[in-house]
């Protein structure tokens, strides 16, 4: 197809300023449009590849939606059952203590059916790195209630709205983790415009840096839409995170250098 | 000659362990096999020859850190008793999809539930027929000693390798907790990593620029792939029972009359066989060592030549079906059993074997 | 004179449509075309030759469909 306002003189390689890392699987992504975790994937890799750790990094990915992710990072990987990648990762990371390792999870795997292998994996401060996207449903088996759905918010389990009284309130396991002595750096980040995109960047990049010092458990909550499964479009359902999720879920660090940040008081 | 040593079996399952270059273990306590890492951790394997030991927050996280590990190629063993096994199941299942090498040691228990901590062989079925879901086996050893305690370790590790797959290690809390004299093996070295990376291409432990990223998982969602894999897993238990078969035959030549027995059943039948043999009745025992694969032809051959087969276990009557299922219908074959943490007296299995064989 | 242009390359292909990229464009750039790709997608067009370069679009795609070329070219 004919580009109308391509500018085919500086389409060089040496002009090149930003493609997909090649540490991304040249495949389409399973996700679906506008969804989170392509960006998370892709930034996560970027940050293998500027720091040249590649070949020393091992990840494993959960059951949820990115359960495929290791058929997307091009990079060695181990496919967890659900919830238990914490526990892989301590194995692996204690067992190669030289390489790097993370896990990447969903707010099904990580805090519902996974909060033992979570807090335990946190509370001996393991080495690893744990990233999590929280869009607070289940979005693979069909937008089911999570541990992190909202108040009020509809599910396919909660079709009137979680009702708190009776489903239960949604967990902030990571502020919950962050209290624990082994846990070295907690943050809250998203991935829906490019500045948050650049903070997360930065904030999977310090977490990598730190493993290498050994510094304790890493861990990067990433707030995502989940479009499908909230029944919206892609752009409706970021706006939507925005004035939803956001006051409830705060970005920011919650804890550096081992140290809590206070975060201001809500409502 | 090795060392020898005054040993608990739960202890020569840990100094096996260290001994046979195994890189980590991770468990959780329960009784009657906590033994096994209380001896791990007092004897500081991870000075000795660098191997990792854990002690993790479940059975369910114990198994999961297996799969980690041995998804990465490490050598890697866990050790737990019938309530923690059946935590487990999940794990074996994905070990055995994935193709991992693993040991897992079950000092058994009796059951159902939290049932007793006495000894039992009450999970036969679910060591052997494959115990968690999906179609699987792990290869499954059956210890009668101390001795085979720490032999069957070693065994387990290289034959986890071999055929990529979970060994079990079916004793129970009597052969855990007894001490016996037992004849150590040398310490073999712990792989390097390099030895690991060169000896598991198929590992995930860090892609080089010169090949393709490794991906261990159990899934597959395309069915024809699944089956694929499936396929591939029951050529692999058809391999075993070709090559893996291990059994014992014990007065077995000139016998009327056969117990067939495993572990600690088949310990307490060699007394019951003296004694029944100084009344003048000719009766053998049939032990087999690996319960997956079962020696289904061995004990065919030896079963069809007697006049009846008393099967002996500490359940309700499990191996009975396999022996059934090899032996055939021609020969009398019935069950003997104490369950629930009850052991049977040699004078109690004689006497069975007079009453539901001989005279029955 | 010299001054910086950008331009940017989308894999029509490989673009779902999820528009998250025409937000993220400070000059208007992007908008959706009228076709469908072989997914039956929607996918993301230039609409003016305004790039910058800045990249936004392409950080932000999370299928990551857009490559994006800056350089700096001498004006008379």
Known sequence: MEEQFAKTEIRKPENIVYKKTDLMVDRPLSYCPGCGHGTAHRMLMEVLEEMDIADKTIGVSPVGCSVLAYDFLNIDMLGAAHGRAPALATAIKRLWPNHFVFTYQGDGDLAAIGTAETIHACNRGENITIIFINNGIYGMTGGQMAPTTLPGMRSSTSPYGRDVATMGHPLKITELISHLPGVYYVTRQAVHTPNHVRKTKKAIRKALELQKENKGLCFIEIVSNCNSGWKMTPVQSNKWMEENMFPFYQLGDIKVDGKLIELPKTS | MGELRLMKGNEAIAEAAIRAGCDGYFGYPITPQSEVMEYLMAEKPFERTGMVVLQAESETASINMLYGGAGTGKMVLTSSSSPGISLMQEGISYLAGAELPAVIVNIVRGGPGLGTIQPSQADYFQAVKGGGHGDYHSLVYAPASVQEMCDHVKLAFDKAFEYRTPVMILSDGAIGQMMEKVVLFDQVPRRTDEEIIKQCPWASNGRPKTRNHNIITSLDLDPAGQERVNLKLQAKYREMEKNEVMYEEIMCEDADYLFVAFGLSARICQKSTDLARAKGIKVGLFRPITLFPFPAIQVSNVGNRVKGILVVEMNAGQMIEDVKLSVGCKVKIEHFGRFGGIIPSPDEVVKALEQKIIGG | ?76
Not at chain 3, 42 to 53: R, S, Y
């Open chain 3, 1 to 76: 004179m010299a001054k910086i242009i950008g331009d940017i390359a989308i894999n029509n292909e490989r673009c779902k449509g999820c528009e998250v990229c025409i937000a993220a464009c400070p000059f208007t750039v992007i908008a959706m075309s009228k076709e469908v790709n072989s997914k039956g997608y929607h996918f993301a067009i230039k609409v003016n030759g305004e790039c910058t370069g800045c990249t936004n679009c392409a950080i932000v795609c999370p299928d990551g469909v857009i490559t994006v070329y800056r350089a700096k070219v001498a004006t008379v």
